[in-house]
């Protein structure tokens, strides 16, 4: 483990620079021991070649570490002069690589790279010296290194760094499985500090992991460069590493690039030494950091730069799109001193880089002081983007900053749990951006957001038989691929919500915890039970025993679905049972139910939460809330104040008929989280169970005479929305389609088709009701968004970027193949990220399936389309009619070479589910699971699983639920003309 440092900044003023002479690998045998002082070897100090000092020991040995087929077919054998499955048996009983995991007698303390890169040549060659320390006896060691040549390997030992004595290599072999390159010693290592040099090689690809080339034109030229993205485990493509995040360590980055070039990399450049057609430039060497976190860019992009104290902050894109970043750099520097406040840590580094990656598989990537995004998630144009571009580029920018505390200054200790990161990054970026927008004429109600996007995908993916705990076992992460599928909803959303709870229960407790937890781990890992024994310090969490309380919430699936029955007027009967999303009998999901320590929490009449909170640790209890009432039993409460709490709430059939009462009679009684979070449970209990759907419709009858804001609208958006796929092409679609405009109405009529950039929220709202109201067919909004698109063909202004998505996709959609290609050749001629996004949905949006079938063609074509935006393009085709079967079909046919030519689960998150979602009979779930049957799931396992929960979801909706819908649409529904 590394030692832990003072939280102060790294900077220039108090390090020096690791230098690596050209000519080849050197180890400095006159420098203290660098795996007991953070503090560089300087270059002034005399170099030994390690190569002299043993060459009469070893022979050179080449070896070259690749996963291909015939590797893997080896089972572990993949060796190179010797037997992989023989050897040492000293690490305890056994090869210590003949698993996964990487053995622990060898820990490394920093690492001095240089990498010299060939464009030309699309190559890359390098030298590293890493600094270990042998704790366990052994003969081996073992590194990562995928599709890599390792050559002129060299260990020396010794606690003396002027008489560090050589050690006698026997072999050097790959074990492709598990993609190892091992060291073995012709005897066992001496514990204490020794030092492994070698060189390495790689190939430069287009891909999206490791160290890969990105490309983009400008004035008609096309300008390569090379990035990184090394999370979860692709470091070992660029360099042979300790591949884990637990074995941390600082870095000395040295980079040979061509004159006319910029190289980034975590922390500040510090010499540039100038060679013929290249330059050699130094960095100052990192704190402790995981391999995962390292960052290299070679480019010539160009910077926008602004300091704060002693932060340097800069974004970095093309010339021709750096004016983009000025947004980003504005938030970035605001929100990192607000986190600075929150936590009461400093921020480590002396710089934070944020760059815009033309391709990206990723939305970002935290490296430490040098963040990688897609340029859709960094840069913002006034004139061509929305306000939800402009709302995606602070969130990403906060959430990534966020991870420069949770994630890279303390970091998990293992993938199981990436929860830990992914989780706190997502609530943290809701904070981050609600600091930035909360006074009263700048409320981007994010907490209420919060709620229809982060929370109610956690409770989607959580209510489904196929989910997985937050924190998942060790023994069931292992594989990249395996480490790969927890980079999913539950890792990022349900992890949020979690934290969310917490928080909202004491904030000031929540603070102070996270500020022990940070001091107490830094630059070191931590587990899930190191968070919750820091936060049980706060006085509002002292009576909870924490750790057993949200083990609850961590280490099994799924959430409760609590229903609450009124016995008496201030007592209420609680039971718990785990929901699912899916309406089963009730035996299908098993005979028992688990339960968790859940903190209860609720409101009154007065629309004011009560502050004691009633934690239901039993399957039932009932509670006295007298203490919230003492003057009189109140006409009704709502439990889940502000919907903070990750569970469902249920009530009697009676209760819903007396909150739909308070809804239609007092809407402004109740927050936007609070009026969601009813409308949401209902819909969410009825669909899954035995209460009748008439129950959640009811719960819209209120928006006929109310004009709800824009978070409100979104649950009710997601639920008529899938009742309408499920009605499509039956009896009742015309009615609820009917009742929907119906509800619309006052809304609508209280919106212009003029946004005005400070109204945020408003201009969310305007998109998304004209959206629903343009698919609704409201021939009034089908007229003007035909006319502005056809104005805008013949040479008119473009439409306001708040309201362009909607005129591209209607017309797309109502326009002939001549508008489908003046929509395809402006995706190809826009150099905005956001409007190629925009073209690439409106082109998904016609209804020509010849079109469609050219589109999923042009996928294929990095030319056409990037491979980072291969998966949204296919999903997209899905999502309307009649995209549906067709891109199903393009999934099948290209299934396996768009896993293995994109080499990254990213840019394919989600596609199965996403591709599938409109199927709901048996023939579809047939088509699906023989397809699976015979082809691997790669790293989308979870997401197949889903897939077929959802059509199984689908198809018990369309058995149990469609009548009484029907029913209730013969009395509501009705045509209305607004």
Same mark, same amino acid.
């Given at each position: ?514 500020? =022990? ?5 830094? #630059?070191?890992?931590?587990? %899930? !039970? *190191?968070? @919750?024994?820091? $936060? ?103 439990? =889940? ?5 990750? #569970?469902?709430?249920?009530? %009697? !059939? *009676?209760? @819903?008929?007396? $909150? ?319």
């Amino acid at each position: 483990m590394a030692a832990r440092y003072k939280l102060t900044r790294f900077s220039e003023s108090d390090e020096e620079v690791a230098i690596i002479d050209s000519g080849g690998v050197d180890i400095d045998l006159d420098a203290e021991a660098s795996s007991s002082a953070y503090k560089q070897r300087p270059p002034s100090r005399l170099l030994l070649r390690v190569g002299l000092l043993i060459l009469g020991a070893i022979a050179i040995i080449v070896v070259a570490v690749a996963a291909t087929e015939a590797e893997k077919n080896k089972g572990g054998d993949g060796s190179h002069g010797g037997n992989v499955d023989g050897g040492d048996t000293a690490d305890g009983g056994g090869s210590p690589f003949g698993q996964y995991r990487l053995p622990t007698s060898v820990l490394p303390t920093n690492y001095s790279v240089r990498f010299d890169l060939n464009f030309s040549q699309q190559t890359f060659a390098g030298s590293e010296i890493v600094d270990v320390h042998v704790v366990e006896t052994t003969r081996f060691i073992v590194m990562h290194a995928l599709e890599l040549a390792v050559t002129n390997v060299h260990v020396a030992c010794g606690s003396n760094p002027a008489h560090m004595r050589p050690q006698i290599i026997s072999n050097v072999f790959p074990v492709a499985t598990y993609q190892f390159v091992v060291i073995e010693l012709a005897a066992p290592l001496p514990l204490g500090p020794c030092v492994v040099a070698l060189d390495f090689a790689g190939a430069l690809k287009f891909a999206l992991a490791g160290l890969y080339l990105s490309s983009y034109v400008m004035d008609g030229t096309t300008h390569v460069i090379a990035t990184t993205q090394f999370e979860p485990t692709d470091a070992r493509r660029a360099f042979p590493c300790f591949d884990e995040p637990a074995f941390k360590a600082t870095f000395a980055i040295n980079v040979s690039k061509p004159i006319g070039y910029t190289v980034m990399s975590n922390m500040p450049s510090v010499e540039a030494i100038d060679m013929a057609k290249e330059q050699l430039i130094h960095f100052l060497p990192s704190p402790p950091m995981s391999t995962y976190l390292v960052a290299l860019i070679v480019s010539d992009f160009v910077n926008i730069t602004t300091t704060a104290g002693n932060l340097t902050g800069n974004v970095w894109a093309s010339a021709d799109k750096i004016s983009q970043g000025a947004l980003a750099l504005d938030v970035s520097i605001k929100t990192i001193e607000y986190y600075e406040s929150f936590y009461a840590v400093p921020y480590p580094l002396a710089k934070e880089g944020l760059v815009a990656i033309p391709d990206f598989a990723a939305g970002a990537m935290e490296n430490w002081g040098l963040v990688t995004y897609r340029e859709t998630a960094l840069l913002y144009d006034p004139v061509e983007s929305s306000s939800i571009n402009r709302q995606r580029v602070e969130v990403v920018v906060a959430h990534e900053l966020g991870h420069q505390w949770f994630g890279n200054l303390v970091t998990m200790l293992w993938w199981n749990d990436l929860w830990l990161n992914e989780g706190f990054a997502t609530f943290m970026e809701h904070l981050g951006v609600a600091h930035l927008h909360s006074s009263p004429d700048d409320d981007w109600d994010m907490w209420g957001q919060f709620i229809v996007d982060t929370q109610a995908e956690a409770k989607a993916a959580d209510a489904l038989p196929s989910s997985h705990a937050l924190s998942v076992p060790t023994k069931d992460v292992n594989t990249p691929d395996e480490i790969n599928a927890l980079f999913d909803g539950i890792s990022y959303s349900k992890g949020g919500s979690i934290i969310r709870m917490l928080y909202a229960l004491s904030p000031e407790d929540f603070q102070q915890g996270v500020h =022990n937890y940070l001091v107490k781990y830094a #630059y070191s890992n931590a587990n %899930t !039970q *190191d968070l @919750w024994r820091e $936060l049980q310090t706060g006085k509002a969490l002292a009576s909870v025993n924490l750790d057993g309380a949200m083990d609850t919430w961590t280490d099994q699936p799924g959430y409760p679905l609590i229903t609450a029955t009124q016995v008496g007027p201030t007592r209420y009967s609680l039971r718990q049972q785990r929901f699912y999303s899916v309406a089963a009998d009730e035996n299908s999901h098993g005979t028992s139910s688990p339960t968790w320590s859940v903190p209860m929490t609720l409101l009154g009449p007065s629309g004011r939460q009560c502050d004691t909170v009633f934690w239901i640790s039993a399957a039932e209890q009932t509670v006295d809330i007298s203490p919230c009432f003492p003057a009189e039993a109140p006409a009704w409460v709502k439990w =889940n104040a502000g919907t903070t709490g990750f #569970y469902r709430v249920n009530y %009697t !059939q *009676d209760y @819903w008929a007396k $909150l739909a009462n308070v809804l239609i009679n007092t809407p402004t009684l109740l927050s936007s989280s609070d009026l969601v979070g009813l409308v949401d449970d209902a819909f969410a209990v009825a669909q899954a169970s035995t209460l009748d759907m008439a129950v959640a419709l009811n719960m819209t009858l209120f928006l006929k005479n109310f004009d709800a804001s824009f978070v409100v609208w979104t649950p009710v958006r997601d639920r008529l929305g899938y009742i309408a796929d499920m009605l499509s092409g039956r009896p009742s679609f015309d009615k609820l389609t009917d009742y929907w405009m119906r509800i619309l109405t006052p809304s609508l009529q209280n919106l212009t088709w003029t946004p005005v950039s400070s109204q945020h929220l408003l201009n969310l709202k305007r998109s998304s009701l004209f959206a629903t109201a343009c698919s609704l067919g409201w021939q009034p909004c089908i007229t003007n968004t035909t006319t502005l698109f056809n104005a805008f063909m013949q040479g008119g202004p473009a439409p306001n970027p708040d309201l362009r998505d909607l005129v591209y996709n209607m017309g797309v959609r109502h326009g002939n193949e001549s508008a489908w290609n003046f929509m395809w050749n402006r995706y190809q001629a826009t150099s905005s990220a956001a409007e190629k996004i925009r073209c690439l949905r409106a082109l998904a949006y016609t209804n020509s399936t010849t079109l469609l079938q050219r589109l999923l063609d042009a996928s294929r074509n990095a030319s056409l389309v990037r491979a980072q935006d291969t998966g949204i393009l296919i999903q997209l085709v899905a999502t309307f009619e009649p995209g549906g079967q067709l891109a199903w079909q393009y999934l099948q046919q290209n299934w396996d070479s768009l896993f293995n030519d994109t080499d990254t689960s990213f840019s394919l998150g989600g596609v199965v589910s996403g591709v599938t979602s409109w199927m709901k009979t048996q023939q579809d779930l047939d088509q699906l699971t023989a397809f699976f049957n015979t082809h691997s799931a790669y790293s989308a396992a979870e997401d197949v699983a889903q897939a077929k929960e959802s059509i199984l979801g689908n198809m018990a909706w369309l058995k149990s639920k469609e009548p009484s819908v029907e029913a209730w649409l013969d009395k509501y529904g009705g045509a209305v003309t607004p």
